[in-house]
C-alpha cells in the first residue's frame, strides 16, 4: 500500500468519527423546550385559553351581576301607623243602608257633646285633621305678609276664623269626612276656605266605637 492511500484512508476515517459524533450528540439531546441559560423564559399561560379549552366553549368572559330585587314601592303601613289618620282621595262614597239624612243629623258644636266612647277619638281625630292641612295657612299667611296693616276693623267687619262642619260618616270602625259645610267665614279667605275643605274632603280616622250607618256633625274652627 503506498502513502497517498493511507493518507486517503486515513481522512475518510476521520470524516467518519466526525459524522458519527455529531449523530451520537442528536440522540442524546432532550426533546423538551430549551431551559438552559441561552433559552428565553416560557410566556406565562393565558388563563382564558386554560378555560376555553376546559369548557370547549371559546374564552371565559365575567359574568355581570344580576341586578338585586327592587323593593316594593309601597310597604304596608304598620300598626301603629294604620291607626292614626289618612288623607284619602275625595271621592262620593254612596250611603250605607239606613243612613239618617245629613239634614237631620245633629251638629256637635264640640266632640264632648257626642259622648264618652266618641269624644276623645274624635278630639283627637280634628286635632290631626288640622295638622293635615297646615299648609293652607301657610299659604295664608303668605298672602297676608304683603297686605297693609290695616286701619281699623268697621262696625260690619267679620271677626273670628271661619267656622266649619265636618260631616263624619262611619266606616268599619273609622271616620271619615264626607263633607264639609261653611257656616262661617270670619277673617279667612276664600283661598284659606277652599283649600282647607279640599285638604278634609276623605280624611279617614280610628273611633272603634263607630260603625255603619251611624253618622255625625262637629264643628272645626279655622285656626
Known amino acids: 500500500m503506498s502513502a497517498r492511500t493511507l493518507a486517503i484512508a486515513a481522512v475518510a476515517g476521520a470524516v467518519l468519527l466526525v459524522v458519527a459524533g455529531i449523530a451520537a450528540v442528536r440522540l442524546l439531546e432532550p426533546s423538551g423546550p430549551v431551559t438552559g441559560a441561552g433559552a428565553s423564559p416560557a410566556a406565562p399561560p393565558d388563563p382564558s385559553s386554560a378555560g376555553a379549552a376546559q369548557a370547549g366553549t371559546g374564552p371565559s368572559w365575567p359574568q355581570p351581576e344580576e341586578p338585586a330585587t327592587p323593593p316594593p314601592l309601597h310597604e304596608p303601613a304598620s300598626p301603629a301607623v294604620a291607626q292614626r289618620g289618612l288623607v284619602r ?3 262620593e262614597r254612596p250611603a250605607a243602608p239606613g243612613a239618617a239624612p245629613w239634614e237631620s243629623v ?11 266612647d266618641l269624644a276623645a277619638p274624635i278630639s283627637d281625630g280634628l286635632v290631626e285633621a288640622r295638622n293635615g292641612i297646615q299648609h293652607c295657612f301657610d299659604d295664608e299667611a303668605r298672602r297676608r305678609s304683603g297686605e297693609q296693616p290695616s286701619s281699623g276693623t268697621g262696625s260690619g267687619a267679620a271677626t273670628g276664623p271661619a267656622m266649619l262642619v265636618l260631616r263624619l260618616e262611619a266606616i268599619e270602625g273609622r271616620l271619615g269626612v264626607a263633607g264639609v259645610e261653611v ?3 270670619g277673617t279667612a279667605t276664600p283661598q284659606l276656605i277652599e283649600c282647607s275643605k279640599k285638604g278634609l274632603m276623605g280624611f279617614e280616622f280610628a273611633v ?3 260603625k255603619p250607618p251611624e253618622r255625625y256633625k262637629v264643628t272645626m274652627p279655622l285656626m
Open 89 to 91: 282621595p275625595a271621592v
Open 106 to 116: 245633629e251638629t256637635a258644636l264640640r266632640p264632648a257633646a257626642l259622648g264618652p
Open 183 to 185: 257656616t262661617s267665614r
Open 208 to 210: 272603634p266605637a263607630v
